[in-house]
């Protein structure tokens, strides 16, 4: 006999044990409660995964655990937030308890890792759709936001550049002869929380790269009013991406793919020095609005465009 809604949560989603402080109330009741210590404010974001949109058809339920609640927390870390719960809700086009199984066990090891508590959700039936919402608590008035870059300052970004894309790339069809971390970089992002905490207070500007390092920077450029200049030498490359540059002349990969969720943030010269995140300097903004690439000595417009639905 299938399980009922009630049933599949209590099996799958109700063994974690309430770990943050701040979860007063968690799974069971009409509503869960979370308090607010003084001195702090709520950061709250949403993604949604859909099947054939963000994922394939007939992806690992154990890799979709993961990623579902990691893209999330990396909305939390580009505001400097500590991660404190999440709900989640399922549209499922039947139980599958294999899948079920291992989507839980990588959501809720995640989940672990960081000390956020699931503290409610829905589930209902439909094509295959995967919704968080995750909550963080930041120093109020501190929040990394994307509207405070000012001309002058570096743009910087932690990690590597492109990798999520190549394994995309590869998922498509191509070969690259050490596709492992590419791939692991797009099934399995991890989310800068540290970092982003370290920020605070040094960084003027934040966003995690999800669309795309062009589209995302764009956002800051748009909120804060400001252009900028990125220098092709200094992107934070791996040899896998350059391998497929010089193999397909695709050079705009790296600067248009998504899925990295690294951090790309902006700092003053004279905040620069007490950076203790580790990060690439990429680029410099500008008052000139507009996005720019210096390529071998060569400044051309970079169209500020990443992944975007409805498009």
Same mark, same amino acid.
């Given at each position: 006999m299938p399980l009922s809604e009630f049933a599949l949560i209590q099996r799958f989603f109700t063994r974690q044990r309430i770990k943050n402080p701040s979860t007063r109330l968690g799974i069971g009741d009409d509503c869960a409660l979370v308090s607010i210590p003084d001195g702090f404010e709520l950061a709250i974001?949403? /993604?949604?995964? #859909?099947?054939?949109?963000h994922f394939f058809a007939g992806a690992d339920p154990e890799l979709l655990g993961h990623k579902l609640l990691a893209v999330n927390l990396s909305d939390l870390a580009a505001m400097g937030a500590q991660p404190v719960s999440v709900t989640l809700a399922l549209t499922l086009p039947n139980v599958n308890e294999s899948w079920l199984t291992a989507f839980a066990k990588s959501f809720l090891s995640l989940a672990e890792r960081y000390s956020?508590?699931?503290?409610?959700? /829905?589930?209902?039936?439909?094509?295959?759709?995967?919704?968080?919402?995750?909550?963080?608590?930041?120093?109020?008035?501190? *929040?990394?936001?994307?509207? *405070?870059?000012?001309?002058? %300052? !570096?743009? +910087?970004?932690?990690? !590597?550049?492109?990798?999520?894309? &190549?394994?995309?790339?590869?998922n498509q069809g +191509?070969? =690259?002869? /050490?596709?492992? *971390? *590419?791939?692991t970089r797009f099934n399995r992002p991890e989310p800068q929380i540290e970092a982003g905490q370290a920020l605070i207070g040094i960084a003027n500007a934040c966003i995690d790269l999800s669309d795309g390092l062009a589209g995302d920077l764009g956002h800051i450029l748009e909120q804060?009013? #400001?252009?900028? =200049?990125?220098?092709?030498?200094?992107?934070?490359?791996?040899?896998? #991406?350059?391998? +497929?540059?010089? %193999?397909?002349? %695709?050079?705009?990969?790296?600067?248009?793919?998504? /899925?990295? +969720?690294? &951090? =790309?943030?902006?700092v003053s010269p004279e905040q620069a020095d007490k950076l203790t995140v580790a990060a690439t300097k990429i680029g410099i903004i500008e008052s000139q609005p507009g996005l720019r690439l210096n390529k071998s000595g060569h400044i051309?417009?970079?169209?500020?465009?990443? !992944?975007?639905? !409805?498009s």
């Open positions: 974001t949403t /993604d949604t995964m #859909v099947e054939n949109v956020v508590d699931l503290i409610g959700g /829905d589930t209902t039936s439909g094509p295959l759709t995967l919704t968080v919402q995750a909550m963080g608590l930041v120093p109020k008035g501190r *929040a990394l936001m994307r509207s *405070a870059a000012q001309p002058g %300052d !570096f743009i +910087y970004m932690t990690g !590597f550049l492109g990798d999520a894309g &190549l394994g995309l790339k590869i +191509y070969v =690259c002869a /050490d596709p492992e *971390a *590419a791939l804060s009013r #400001v252009g900028a =200049c990125l220098d092709w030498k200094s992107l934070p490359l791996s040899n896998a #991406v350059q391998s +497929y540059i010089n %193999d397909t002349g %695709d050079w705009r990969m790296p600067l248009t793919a998504g /899925d990295d +969720y690294e &951090l =790309c943030f902006t051309q417009p970079l169209e500020v465009k990443g !992944f975007e639905h !409805f």
